[in-house]
């Protein structure tokens, strides 16, 4: 039975993580199941790989795991009830650790590696050590955690803070956004006009109110009380605003947006703070909310509305300026950008840009074009297994996660083979910019290909696909921008990925590459070592 699937996948998950005891928290975003993690070193990395119902892990401020669409959103709340078992079973049931916990020093007595004997009497390989599929993701998390201390600045944490807020609103906004293009059809078709009206408010009832759902999500990433979060941004969209004039102008309800209510909730979250530490607690109860509401409230309507409307409007203004004046050269570097976007983990530090475009336009024209990239990794992807047939082990990583590839979710492919490999990475990046150059140009051409909601890529995107002429023709565009950016990806890789040396080393399989023997000693040569950690065939990127 499913449940009892999802279920074994969460009970297969936390004792790989170290536990309920070595979780700090525990959330889920689309595509991943996203943990805070105690202590890293008990975290068994290759075992998490080889569970049949994980994508592959990604480290990045929260330890995530890839399960995929549909699959994050039913095992993590089995993944919540087994940990909330576990810490309620823990006085009488959780024995005391036994050992020190297995780290990078610490090995197992099944894999602790046998005395190496002398230099002298040391046989050299009889071939170059054959790259598997887990070296290959052990040299991309090795890359992923050497970019990630690079990227533990200031404002890139805070980007990532942000992303936080809106990451839980992307099933609402898929939900909404789907209604909205059956709506849309069942209008041009005039079918069922008698239910196109109620189409229209399920549709439209979420995107009236996200600057509600924004402010309560932001006050609780930025420690404030959620719920005085929600209130100063529900000042946005109360329809009495327009009885209310700032710099000159009447307001108009939802003025400002999700813009207007992000930074609302992020000045009532210091009100608060302030309150709380400055009211006398026989007073706190009932001054602390009531000044964060009113200080904040009257900062929003008389200066924070009219500043995030002006900054939305400059937003759609530019966007749709960029794609209708350079649209094949803008399609060109933001298709070709992404991927890094995702390797360093800041691609959902777009986020507010969709959102604001949803709610000025309908629709964000940016997603569909940054989804090309994408494709060229997918295209990538497939020239890779085409040009090593005979590596067992890069090929099974590959087929497996082709699927999760082709409905937009990318990294396991990243981590897993174009990034360790180094050059199908980088030549996956151009397959993308064709394919968003390709749909830029259409762009630009007066053919607008947006999306109604955000989060899905690839093929899941289909369904939310919306543009400013018929169906048809924007399904039509979508559809060859992804075909541009595989067949990019593919060709590229395919004739200029892989060096000669590269496919003689990696063109095998390794589990009948020959083993040395003691027979066979034979002197080394000088240069012929290759860089510890660095298995043999991996490039950089």
Known sequence: MPEDKNCATAAAILPLVGGA?????????????????????????????????????????????????GTVARVTPEFERLVAE???MAPTTEPE?????????????????????PAA??????????????ELAAHGAALKARQKSRNATPVKLFLRRIAN??????????????????????????????????????????????AVFVGYNTAKEFGGTPILGGAVAAVIVFPGVTHITAFGQHLSPGQGGVLGALAAALLAVQVEKRCRKAVPEALDVLLTPTLTVLVTGLVT???????????????GTGANWLLAHGGAFAGLILGGLFLPLVMLG???????????????????????ILAMAGAGQVGAAIAVYLRLPRNRSIRRTIKSALPAGFLGVGEPLIYGVSLPLGRPFILACLGGACGGAFVGFFNQLGDAVGSTAIGPSGWALFPLVKGNHTLAT?????????????LTGFLATYFFGLSKQMRAELNADPDSAPTPTAAEPAPTTAGSATAPGTPAGLGAP
């Not at 009497?121 to 887990?134: F, M």
């Not at 924007?474 to 595989?486: C, I, M, S």
């Open 86 to 88: 576990s810490h309620a």
């Open 301 to 315: 309507l008389f200066g924070l509305m009219f500043v995030a409307g002006e900054a939305a409007t400059a937003i």
């Open 474 to 486: 924007t399904l039509t565009v979508y559809a060859l921008g992804l075909a541009v950016g595989y």
């Open 346 to 368: 800041l691609h959902q530090a777009l986020i507010p840009l969709h959102t604001t475009l949803i709610e000025q336009q309908g629709y964000t024209v940016l997603l569909p």
């Open 21 to 69: 005891g070595n979780l700090t928290s525990i959330a889920h975003c689309m595509t991943r199941l996203r943990l805070g993690i105690q202590d890293r070193s008990l975290v068994q990395d290759e075992a998490l790989k080889a569970l049949p119902a994980v994508m592959g892990v990604v480290e990045d401020d929260t330890y995530q795991i890839v399960l995929g669409p």
């Open 121 to 134: 009497t040391q046989p050299p390989p009889t071939s170059p050590a054959i790259p598997t599929a887990e």
């Open 165 to 210: 807020i809106f990451v839980p609103l992307i099933p609402a906004l898929i939900g909404c956004g789907i209604i909205a293009g059956i709506n849309g059809l069942l209008t041009n078709l005039g079918w069922l006009p008698s239910v196109v009206p109620a189409l229209a408010a399920m549709a439209s009832g979420f995107m009236s109110l996200i």
């Open 97 to 117: 650790p036994t050992g020190p916990p297995l780290t990078s020093e610490t090995t197992t007595p099944e894999s602790a590696p046998a005395p190496t004997p």
